[in-house]
Each structure stands twice: as C-alpha cells, then as structure tokens.
C-alpha cells in the first residue's frame, strides 16, 4: 500500500478557486490509479475525479465537476493534485485522495469510480466554500 496525504483545503467563497495536493509515498506511486473522492456531512461518500497509473494520460471526472475541475499527477514528486475552480458552496466537504493497482492491464478508467475500488486513502482536507 502507499501512504496518502491531503493538504490544500481551506475556506473559499462561491466562484473560488482551490488546488488540492495529495503527496503518496512508500511505493512506486507512478504504478498508482489515482482517484479523488468527497463526502460531505450527512451525505456519502462520492467520486470526484481519477487519473490513470503511468503518465497520467487518462482522467476520468464526475459529471458535476467537469469543466471545472482537473486532476493531474507529479510523478517526479509524487503527488496529484486537483485544481477545482467555480467552486459552489454545495461542495464543501471532505475531499480524500486514494490509490489503488490497476487490476488488470488495458483497463478502463471509468471503472475506478467507486470507494471500493481503492486500497489506500489519506485522512481527507476539509473545503469549505461561502456564500
């Protein structure tokens, strides 16, 4: 497994802007799928953005946040980031970055939407946007 850190949430007003950083380490993150998640109180847990193992060439976003958001990688420094712009206050939550293996070879990445799909996940950073 790899360990996930989040860091880059914080307090924003409605149209803001916020860049996420999720830094990976004890393994070879590049062999990594990687994938943001969101949960905010009361609600579950849902998929925000992935990025495929490798150079990252693939990304895969949930339709709420696309056009806005974009999910890239570092593999050099190990770490992803999520830039979210046009920010809404119905997106205050947690926001937790996750890791897991490809389970096979020519996968797809619209498969790695769900939680349970990863294996190791970070403690979260919580965004908060203001009306």
């Known amino acids: 497994q790899v360990q996930l850190v989040e860091s880059g949430g914080g307090l924003v007003q409605a149209g803001g802007s916020l860049t996420l950083s999720c830094a990976a380490s004890?393994?070879?993150?590049?062999?990594?799928?990687m994938g943001w998640f969101r949960q905010a109180p009361g609600k579950e847990r849902e998929f925000v953005a992935a990025i495929s193992s490798g150079d990252g060439r693939y990304v895969n976003y949930a339709d709420s946040v696309k056009g806005r958001f974009t999910i890239s990688r570092d593999n050099a420094k190990n770490t992803v980031y999520l830039q979210m712009n046009s920010l809404e206050p119905e997106e205050t939550a947690v926001y937790s970055c996750?890791?897991?293996?490809?389970?096979?070879?020519?996968?797809?990445?619209?498969?790695?939407?769900?939680?349970?799909?990863?294996?190791?996940w970070g403690q979260g950073t919580q965004v908060t946007v203001s009306s």
């Open positions: 004890g393994r070879t993150t590049s062999a990594y799928i």
């Open positions: 996750a890791a897991t293996r490809p389970r096979a070879p020519g996968y797809s990445l619209s498969a790695y939407t769900g939680g349970l799909r990863y294996d190791s």
